[in-house]
């Protein structure tokens, strides 16, 4: 009878190992997309600038990401500061959601970013598209795309991608 209980315990340790990966791999993926399409509804419902930006290990503020706004008709329009916060913060002409650790709320979860650098961010007009100015270099709107969702401790990693026309999949 003990050796049954072993057996199983052997075959059963690894499998769920393996779906407690994916599933942090998945639920971070799924969140950051869920704030893509969330800025995009937000910059397309006020009119304002909306963007969704992250950073890496080596980031800003590490392994985090949140959705930014600010009102583009103001004289000298300005993003949030980058500083740490878990609340959300709203003024006359200024936007900041709360940032999301992959690595607390999704058990060590981090980003990878398309060529090695430390953050990520898309940019919504309120067309739900890249902004027609102030894009120049287009990295101003759009960066770091794709990006990927790792798991250090294993479970499948999830890309990110989207498109100029506002557009996320996740592959």
Same mark, same amino acid.
């Given at each position: 009878m003990v050796s049954i209980v072993a057996m199983i315990s052997l075959i059963s340790i690894p499998l769920i190992g393996r779906v407690v990966g994916q599933y942090r791999s998945e639920g971070s993926a799924d969140a950051v997309v869920g704030s893509i399409r969330e800025a995009r509804a937000k910059a397309v419902a006020s009119g304002w600038q909306y963007r969704v930006i992250g950073y890496t290990s080596g980031g800003t503020i590490p392994d985090a990401f949140r959705i930014e706004g600010r009102d583009p008709n103001v004289?000298?329009?300005?993003?949030?500061?980058?500083?740490?916060?878990?609340?959300? &913060?709203?003024?006359?002409?200024?936007?900041?959601? /709360?940032? %999301?650790?992959?690595? !607390?709320?999704?058990?060590?979860a981090q980003f990878a970013v398309t060529g090695g650098g &430390?953050?990520?961010?898309?940019?919504?007009?309120? /067309?739900? %598209?890249l902004p027609a !100015?102030?894009?120049?270099?287009?990295?101003?709107?759009?960066?770091?795309?794709?990006i990927s969702v790792v798991i250090p401790t294993g479970g499948p990693t999830r890309n990110?991608?989207?498109?100029?026309?506002?557009?996320?999949?996740?592959?």
């Open positions: 004289a000298v329009p300005q993003w949030p500061a980058q500083v740490p916060s878990s609340t959300r &913060t709203f003024t006359a002409d200024q936007y900041a959601d /709360r940032w %999301t650790s992959l690595r !607390t709320e999704y058990g060590g &430390t953050r990520f961010l898309m940019t919504f007009d309120s /067309r739900g %598209t !100015t102030g894009c120049i270099p287009i990295t101003n709107c759009l960066e770091g795309f794709p990110i991608q989207v498109t100029t026309a506002g557009g996320v999949q996740i592959y």
